[in-house]
């Protein structure tokens, strides 16, 4: 049965008997408009697209067909069904000093103190809310709080696999170096770290050796792919701090086994400006010109390139004090909260499609308390989404990536 655990109970705190929880990021891709929502899927739902070439022909008095032929396309939204479902027993709080919030009599012992109540429900709600923009965004595989059985792919690894896509990647010398060795803390040795600095994003691929990523528990994971802030250990040597993807819980980075050889890539203050030059002028011109075509960025691109624009302000009063424009050449860049490490994407939102069978079912959170049906002294809380993600035309994204 699933109870409330306390650790360095006391009444110390008594004084100050507010709850508090470490801070979250906010999930609002929906709220900005980042992509095209579709309400109602219950099923499959098919998203159609038609089109059509024009010639311009000679003049003819008997009608002739330009001779070509209108294209239809079909592409979907196949919902996974999953739920959250959580049974606390309170009768614990009495063991703290929340018991003077408890009402009187026994039994009242199990319904646990309404303010932590509603504390926890909010708590659940906005976690839930997190853990949907991590699944729409990057997949089941990427996002820890899934764990139900059906696949769900994200938009950002579809996008990633989808022949017809503008793909960049930045294994090139401004935007990666190699590694000669990684070791069992992580400290990972390069030729130079010059072009680094400590708290940036570094993203690892070509990874050659035994080395796991233990952060959630053995066996671990691959680095293959994986994200880091890191700290410069030396001229020729950083360490691997924490995993981008744990940026909510702020759990220090652990290892096991060691490599020989990886790739390491990375967007900073030293690189953002001709990363972002060389972004724009790949831009598709019919695309950017949209009213809602978007430059998506991760929150450390974002970071990196308010620390260039102060950098660059030779002379200027307060380049490091004044808050920086998020845009560029005029192109607003859209900052991430849960996205992927060294990654940008260019798409309209009307091309990026989101069907839920409710968008308030992230927020429905349905609670009850057992005893009067059961005679079972716990509350239950439970919610049940579906949700599906996908493109249209793959040939007007596009994506860079490590």
Excluded: C
Aim: charged share 20%; net charge negative; aromatic share 10%.
């Amino acid at each position: 049965m699933a109870q409330f655990t306390f650790t360095n109970n006391t009444y110390a705190g008594e004084a100050l008997a507010g709850f508090m929880a470490s801070t979250l990021l906010e999930a609002d891709s929906v709220k900005r408009g980042l992509l095209t929502v579709i309400n109602d899927v219950k099923s499959r739902k098919v998203i159609l697209d038609v089109d059509d070439d024009v010639v311009l022909q000679d003049p003819s008095g008997i009608f002739a067909d330009q001779g070509t032929t209108a294209l239809q396309n079909e592409s979907y939204l196949d919902p996974v069904v999953y739920e959250f479902m959580k049974q606390e027993q309170w009768d614990k709080l009495v063991q703290s000093w929340e018991a003077q919030s408890l009402q009187p009599g026994a039994f009242m012992d199990y319904e646990g103190v309404v303010d932590l109540s509603d504390f926890m429900v909010q708590r659940y709600l906005t976690k839930i809310q997190i853990a949907n923009e991590r699944l729409y965004w990057l997949g089941k595989s990427a996002t820890k709080e899934a764990a139900f059985t059906a696949g769900f792919t994200g938009l950002l690894p579809s996008i990633s696999a989808a022949s017809g896509v503008y793909k960049v990647g930045l294994g090139k010398p401004a935007t990666s170096i190699e590694a000669s060795a990684i070791d069992a803390t992580g400290l990972v040795t390069v030729s130079d770290t010059s072009t680094l600095s400590d708290g940036d994003v570094v993203t690892i691929t070509n990874v050659t050796g035994t080395s796991k990523d233990t952060t959630n528990g053995t066996p671990g994971i691959s680095l293959q792919g994986q994200s880091y802030f890191i700290q410069i250990a030396s001229a020729t040597s950083f360490k691997l701090v924490r995993n981008y993807n744990e940026i909510n819980t702020r759990k220090a980075a652990t290892f096991t086994g060691t490599s020989t050889d990886a790739t390491v890539s990375y967007i900073n203050a030293s690189n953002v400006l001709s990363v972002l030059s060389s972004v724009y002028s790949q831009l598709d011109p019919a695309d950017r010109s949209q009213d809602d075509f978007n430059l998506q960025i991760p929150l450390h691109v974002g970071y990196a390139y308010a620390q260039a624009q102060a950098n660059k302000a030779v002379n200027v009063l307060n380049a490091f004090t004044d808050s920086k424009q998020m845009d560029y050449l005029g192109m607003p860049l859209q900052l991430m909260n849960h996205w992927q490490a060294n990654t940008i994407l260019g798409a309209r939102a009307s091309n990026l499609f989101l069907g839920v069978d409710l968008l308030g079912d992230e927020s429905e959170l349905s609670t009850v308390y057992m005893k009067p049906y059961t005679n079972d002294n716990v509350v239950r809380m439970k919610a049940r989404m579906k949700a599906a993600v996908n493109f249209k035309f793959a040939n007007e994204i596009f994506y860079l990536s490590a």
